[in-house]
């Protein structure tokens, strides 16, 4: 099912998107839309990206631009309907329990985090 931006449909999944130049100098914006698992893997030698997924609908979409890459963005915000900014205190203390046996191990982990001001 593909997000209408009304309200009420599915929206899970991943939403990769990458921003490109192209060689004439223009920069484009390519996204993918799935809500399956995928992986997304990038050969630096080859200089080549490739989609690994495990089904579903592969909406792709790409934002054409000129010499400045805000073009492409800005395209790519408008169509995505814009993104909510997360409050900087949102980013706290999201730590996983996974591994914590004993109280100590969560104090020692809330104590480095102090110390590195996080």
Known sequence: MIDDRMGGTQTYGTHPMYLNKEQSGNWDVVFLRNINAMDLV???????????LTGGVMEFKFFLGDKNPETSIRAYHQFIGEYMIQPFWAHGYHQSRWGMIYLSDMTEIVDKMAENRL
């Open 42 to 52: 990038f050969n630096p030698d080859t200089r080549m990206l490739q989609y690994i």
